[in-house]
């Protein structure tokens, strides 16, 4: 079982962005041009690219699309894309201009019926991506709170074909203080499905320990500001790859 790092690019009025806990007023700006941002990750050997539409997250729409199309296109690495996926014709749309795999997430909240049907059509195409403030899963780029927890969420998921879960501690999210460990492997261990742990990576040390449960089905980790305030070189990380 491989462990995959998956740089990231939030992107926000065609920017390269990161915010604080999902909070839109505590944003830094890392580059103007997210296509040279993923060029950069490429070319250092990334094999894949984990893209948010934050503006779409919030609009409930396709904001930034064309430069995730862009890097799909153009860039020899694999992309995920997240954010503002409210619909089949959604998914459609980047799965069809070459995009790896589609994260949806306020969807599976709002719309469970659809999404088994895109999980059942799509297979590994569609990632879930399980967004948890205090436990329970968060919607509309974080603004609202649900009242459904991550794990069961997860566990009628799983039932339903996911295969992959992005779980994302939003406390934890562009703090640098590490990774919420517990829930990340909670969740791969009651659900027994594939999870991408996302959210609070500050250093190398937590991406070794995060590779250490792979046979909890922890398969990678997406690392976004530590890279960008370089705290972590990706050459570095991508060597957690490889064990």
Request: some cysteine; aromatic content about 6%; overall charge negative.
């Amino acid at each position: 079982m491989s462990f995959t790092i998956f740089p990231a690019i939030d992107m926000r009025n065609g920017q390269c962005v990161r915010l604080e806990q999902g909070d839109f007023s505590k944003q830094t700006v890392y580059g103007d041009n997210p296509f040279e941002v993923a060029k950069e990750f490429a070319e250092g050997g990334a094999s894949w690219i984990h893209m948010v539409d934050l503006d779409g997250a919030k609009e409930g729409s396709k904001q930034n699309a064309e430069h995730v199309v862009k890097v799909a296109k153009e860039l020899k690495v694999k992309v995920q894309i997240g954010g503002g996926i409210r619909s089949e014709a959604d998914v459609e749309y980047y799965l069809s201009r070459g995009i790896d795999r589609v994260i949806i997430g306020s969807l599976a909240i709002r719309d469970l019926p659809l999404t088994k049907e895109l999980l059942s059509k799509y297979k590994e195409q569609i990632v879930v991506g399980l967004d948890a403030r205090d436990g329970y899963v968060a919607t509309e780029g974080w603004l609202e709170r649900s009242e459904t927890t991550a794990v069961d969420l997860g566990k009628d998921l799983a039932e339903a074909g996911a295969r992959t879960f992005v779980y994302t501690d939003i406390a934890k999210d562009g703090m640098l203080q590490g990774p919420n460990v517990e829930e990340i492997v909670r969740l791969g261990k009651e659900t027994g499905v594939d999870v991408i742990a996302s959210g609070g990576i500050k250093g190398i040390e937590d991406l070794k320990v995060l590779r250490k449960y792979q046979e909890q089905n922890i398969i990678g980790s997406i690392v976004g500001k530590a890279l960008y305030t370089n705290r972590i070189h990706l050459s570095e990380a991508l060597q957690e790859e490889e064990g």
